[in-house]
T-cell receptor
Framework: DAGVTQSPTHLIKTRGQQVTLRCSPKSGHDTVSWYQQALGQGPQFIFQYYEEEERQRGNFPDRFSGHQFPNYSSELNVNALLLGDSALYLC????????????FGQGTRLTVV | AQKITQTQPGMFVQEKEAVTLDCTYDTSDQSYGLFWYKQPSSGEMIFLIYQGSYDEQNATEGRYSLNFQKARKSANLVISASQLGDSAMYFCAIPNQAGTALIFGKGTTLSVSS
């Protein structure tokens, strides 16, 4: 049984560019959450998708957007990248209504130069 | 608002010793849960143990146990018989008020030496 998978594992982008990160949830899970983890910090909640809609959002600007597909996989898009967007981006999946009881992927490490 | 505080940036322990990682929390909810995750250098967050606020006994999962003191709003993780593979970052977390996401502390780096 595959767990949560994320791609790519590492990414380097230039300031001002746009980036798309991808996540496939654990089998049987239909809720996907995204977290940003800056160096030396704990993960911070970006948003959650359920039934192809954004269900809840953390304190992140509109430059951060997402999408969920009918197969429950999800994308995180970040526009107009800033140096401060450099972080580990973690995807977590869960059963509906159980966003806190989540399984995490290995993350995508984004470096903005 | 929910908040997690982990005051130990780093802990050092020798193999086979026990270690306690501190976590205090703040919440206005009457019913809540506390989670502990391990994050090795590879980046994945690995679930370790969970304690519900109304659970009468402290949670235990193998070498991991949770010293839950509700009156003090404390949920410390105890790792018995440390192993080299325990070297990692450890995060304490509590669900947000909607119960849809986790709020994490800043974490504690555990280093186990032989």
């Amino acid at each position: 049984d595959a767990g949560v998978t994320q791609s790519p594992t590492h990414l380097i982008k230039t300031r001002g560019q746009q980036v798309t990160l991808r996540c496939s949830p654990k089998s049987g899970h239909d809720t996907v959450s995204w977290y940003q983890q800056a160096l030396g910090q704990g993960p911070q909640f970006i948003f959650q998708y359920y039934e192809e809609e954004e269900r809840q959002r953390g304190n992140f600007p509109d430059r951060f957007s997402g999408h969920q597909f009918p197969n429950y996989s999800s994308e995180l898009n970040v526009n107009a990248l800033l140096l401060g967007d450099s972080a580990l981006y973690l995807c977590a999946s869960s059963f509906p209504g159980q966003g806190a009881e989540a399984f995490f992927g290995q993350g995508t490490r984004l470096t903005v130069v | 608002a929910q908040k997690i505080t982990q005051t130990q940036p780093g802990m050092f322990v020798q193999e086979k010793e026990a270690v306690t990682l501190d976590c205090t929390y703040d919440t206005s909810d009457q019913s809540y849960g506390l989670f502990w995750y391990k994050q090795p250098s590879s980046g994945e967050m690995i679930f370790l143990i969970y304690q519900g606020s109304y659970d009468e006994q402290n949670a235990t999962e193998g070498r991991y146990s949770l010293n839950f003191q509700k009156a003090r709003k404390s949920a410390n993780l105890v790792i018995s018989a440390s192993q080299l593979g325990d070297s990692a970052m450890y995060f304490c977390a509590i669900p947000n008020q909607a119960g849809t996401a986790l709020i994490f502390g800043k974490g504690t780096t555990l280093s186990v030496s032989s």
